[in-house]
T-cell receptor
Framework: GIQVEQSPPDLILQEGANSTLRCNFSDSVNNLQWFHQNPWGQLINLFYIPSGTKQNGRLSATTVATERYSLLYISSSQTTDSGVYFCAGGKTSYDKVIFGPGTSLSVIP | EAGVVQSPRYKIIEKKQPVAFWCNPISGHNTLYWYRQNLGQGPELLIRYENEEAVDDSQLPKDRFSAERLKGVDSTLKIQPAELGDSAVYLC?????????????FGPGTRLLVL
């Protein structure tokens, strides 16, 4: 099955700093999603991004499908960005997705 | 639009007891997922439904876990009997796979503690 790696595993940022999170896949995926799990455990879908670049406010994501990786950019981080960021991928939209181990982000004032 | 609803939010039981979790997906979503998330890890799929049909239950421990999705809407996940290792958060998600977009929307989860 598909293996998913995420880096870094942990990240501490000062409020206002920028960061880049990376997700690598062992095989090609056509169903790639980024999620944020807040400190209360709620998983929020950030992006569905099998390829290309998308932006939503201070967040953007880029997936290079041919090289089997995706990047999540967080700009001008805020304390509310704290939590765990997961990427997940599957072969197609109709297949199950495999979650990575996550990147734990702490944004300090 | 209401999100994915799960109940109960928390459950504490003794080992060997049965437990059931309920999920109501987003209206109109044809695909429903049950995941288990252990502390410090990402969610792992237990079972996926397309309407009423379980299309992927390869990760469901069928000796003690069962699930159903009657009428292709609500779903129930049951554990009988529960073991200490079943303590985890059980997450339900739904999606409307249309034009190749498999965006999944998660409920708040049920936190299970087995004593």
């Amino acid at each position: 099955g598909i293996q998913v790696e995420q880096s870094p595993p942990d990240l501490i940022l000062q409020e206002g700093a920028n960061s880049t999170l990376r997700c690598n896949f062992s095989d090609s995926v056509n169903n790639l999603q980024w999620f944020h799990q807040n400190p209360w455990g709620q998983l929020i879908n950030l992006f569905y991004i099998p390829s290309g670049t998308k932006q939503n406010g201070r967040l953007s994501a880029t997936t290079v499908a041919t090289e089997r990786y995706s990047l999540l950019y967080i700009s001008s981080s805020q304390t509310t960005d704290s939590g765990v960021y997961f990427c997940a991928g599957g072969k197609t939209s109709y297949d199950k997705v495999i979650f990575g181990p996550g990147t734990s982000l702490s944004v300090i004032p | 639009e209401a999100g994915v609803v799960q109940s109960p939010r928390y459950k504490i039981i003794e080992k060997k007891q049965p437990v059931a979790f309920w999920c109501n997906p987003i209206s109109g979503h044809n695909t429903l997922y049950w995941y288990r998330q252990n502390l410090g890890q990402g969610p792992e799929l237990l079972i996926r439904y397309e309407n009423e049909e379980a299309v992927d239950d390869s990760q469901l421990p069928k000796d003690r876990f069962s699930a159903e999705r009657l009428k292709g809407v609500d779903s129930t996940l049951k554990i009988q009997p529960a073991e200490l290792g079943d303590s985890a958060v059980y997450l339900c998600a739904s999606s409307l796979i249309w034009a190749g977009d498999g965006t999944q929307y998660f409920g708040p989860g049920t936190r299970l503690l087995v004593l």
